[in-house]
DNA sequence: GGCAGTTGATTAACATGTTAAGTTTCAGGC
DNA sequence: GCCTGAAACTTAACATGTTAATCAACTGCC
């Protein structure tokens, strides 16, 4: 019932609810922000967007991999992906053939090109996260870390669930 | 269909780099994800989205409250919030006044048509969010909480200048 | 070996994220 | 009063998120 300082309005509410500051979409949300707002500058400074450098990142720890498992693993739904790879591949950080046995589908593998652009960026992006990790605590992160592998757990990261429409 | 799960990606790292497992913006991204996948079906009944509802949401707290302050308490950027504005207003959902003292400043406030819908939505919102606080367990809800505001903190989500590195 | 149904991927359409530029209104200094 | 700079939004432009529709290629079945 503290109420806090917002305009000119003390205890005004006109609904029943949980306030803003236990709303757990919006603590990740901002927490994310927070994080990102570290990374971005880096990766603007060198051309790349967070999720053009995630799949870089991705289709570097692997010699080839398919458009859906690439969406999956780097997180990002098939749409987006296509638009990204469409520009990824004409900036020639990435290279694409088709799967031979299934015409279907693309198989994807990064340039040497995009290699060098990852030797540019990674340094950096690793201090980043090494003083964010330095300042919040190695062990509290991984605390953290595991929390929210649970949380997804918990929750069922596959993906089915409704909460029923009562009406 | 005997072979191939992508060829010998097992040791096929390229570069040295935390794996994508351990980024921190992965996962929050992750985590938020599963999370809002289980409210947006309810939203989307609605006819509405989740920055939509977070701006119902916010304007619900409070009697009147300025854009600016709006912007920054529902966690979006000015030109979102113009542009979701701009459908609500035309829905009928909120209302919108200029501010006799400096007619920069836009006020806004809640309809009865807003508060509304809102009834509407809450409930089953709310009842998502206990099922989520139920398997999750609440008190571990609370120290993720915890830890992701102290996360925010010790990065400096704040909004003040940047950590300085530089270069 | 041809058709129905399915899968992998892209395209379409609309909403938001993000940065930059533009507009109107204020506040001060002259 | 006027000019300059800042503040509060809004527009603009481009990239991604999200859902639905489309398209081509494969699979199973007869």
Redesign the pocket.
Same mark, same amino acid.
């Given at each position: 019932m503290s109420d806090s300082k917002a305009k000119g309005s003390k205890d005004a509410r006109k609904v029943p609810m949980r306030d803003f500051s236990q709303s757990l979409p919006m603590a990740l949300?901002r927490a994310r922000?927070a994080v /990102? $707002?570290q990374f971005?500058?880096n990766l603007?400074a060198h051309g &790349? +967007?967070?999720?053009?450098w995630r799949?870089l990142r991705a289709l570097a720890a692997v010699d080839a991999i398919?458009? +859906?498992? &690439? #969406?999956r693993v780097a997180?990002?739904?098939?749409? *987006? &992906? *296509? !638009?990204? &790879? $469409?520009?990824l591949e004409a900036r020639g950080l990435v290279q !694409?053939e088709v799967? #031979?046995?299934? /015409? !279907? !589908?693309?198989?994807?593998s990064i340039s040497t090109k995009g290699l060098k652009l990852i030797a540019q960026v990674a340094p950096n992006s690793e201090a980043i996260y090494a003083t964010i990790a330095r300042r919040y605590g190695a062990r509290k992160l991984a605390a953290l870390h595991k929390m929210l592998g649970e949380l997804e757990q918990s929750i069922g990261g596959g993906g089915e669930a409704d909460a029923g429409d009562d009406e």
């Open positions: 949300l922000e /990102m $707002r971005r500058p603007r &790349l +967007t967070e999720q053009q799949i398919e458009v +859906t498992e &690439l #969406a997180f990002l739904l098939g749409p *987006s &992906l *296509s !638009r990204i &790879l $469409r520009d !694409r799967d #031979a046995r299934d /015409m !279907r !589908r693309g198989v994807l």
